[in-house]
């Protein structure tokens, strides 16, 4: 089973900063990777794919980049609505595994 | 608009049986697999079950092969899980999902709480 770990485990961020998540694999996953946002009382919701590219309706200020074993969720200038814990998700082999999740908190 | 409408969660005892059901409509059923995933009070998101779009490819965590069977009625657009000899770690909000692409989750229900306890 590919382990995913991901750190921090809580973030900080005043509105309007920039937010970098980290996620890593214990093995290889190429770039089968994807990223979720789950806000509080709501079902997780889709960002990005294949590592790098961002979900149809997904605001632009949300970036992933990695490859490999080292992804990196970026989102560019904090809004409200961003505040929320993000996941990832390696889809390279069965089981499908998650992260343990960051929450991104108002500073 | 994809709308998945789990129903069928509630209270069991250890050892039970439950059956989970998802309601799907807003795009072609038969041509996505679908899934499985549950999330624990508070904590996160572990991976249960995949159907394949036919349903003649299923896939299991570890944690539920054997006791728990997946399948899927193309003709009502349903999906279902089968829960047998619950334990209490299975208590979780369960959550059935579209899959697109590598194995990515694009569309989520609201959830359907499973609570094992005596």
């Known amino acids: 089973e590919i382990v995913m770990t991901q750190s921090p485990a809580t973030l900080s961020v005043s509105p309007g900063e920039r937010a970098t998540l980290s996620c890593r694999a214990s093995q290889s996953v190429s770039s089968n990777l994807a990223w979720y946002q789950q806000r509080p009382g709501q079902a997780p919701r889709l960002l990005i794919s294949?590592?790098?590219a961002r979900v149809t309706g997904i605001p632009a200020r949300f970036s992933g980049s990695g490859s490999g074993t080292e992804f990196t969720l970026t989102i560019s200038s904090l809004q409200s609505e961003d505040f929320a814990v993000y996941y990832c998700?390696?889809?390279?082999?069965?089981?499908?595994?998650f992260g343990g999740g960051t929450k991104v908190e108002i500073k | 608009e994809v709308q998945l409408l789990e129903s069928g969660g509630g209270l069991v005892q250890p050892g039970g049986s439950l059956r989970l059901s998802c309601a799907a409509s807003?795009?072609?059923?038969?041509?996505?697999?679908m899934s499985w995933v549950r999330q624990t009070p508070g904590k996160g998101l572990e991976w249960v079950s995949t159907?394949?779009?036919?349903?003649?490819?299923?896939f299991y965590a570890d944690s539920v092969k054997g006791r728990f069977i997946i399948s899927r009625d193309n003709s009502k657009n349903a999906l279902y899980l089968q829960m047998n000899s619950l334990r209490a770690e299975d208590t979780a909000v369960y959550y059935c999902?579209?899959?697109?692409?590598?194995?990515?989750?694009?569309?989520w229900g609201q959830g359907a709480l499973v609570t094992v306890s005596s």
């Open positions: 807003g795009f072609t059923f038969t041509n996505y697999a």
């Open positions: 294949g590592a790098s």
């Open positions: 999902a579209k899959v697109w692409g590598g194995n990515y989750f694009d569309y």
């Open positions: 998700q390696q889809s390279y082999n069965w089981p499908l595994t």
């Open positions: 159907v394949s779009g036919d349903g003649g490819r299923t």
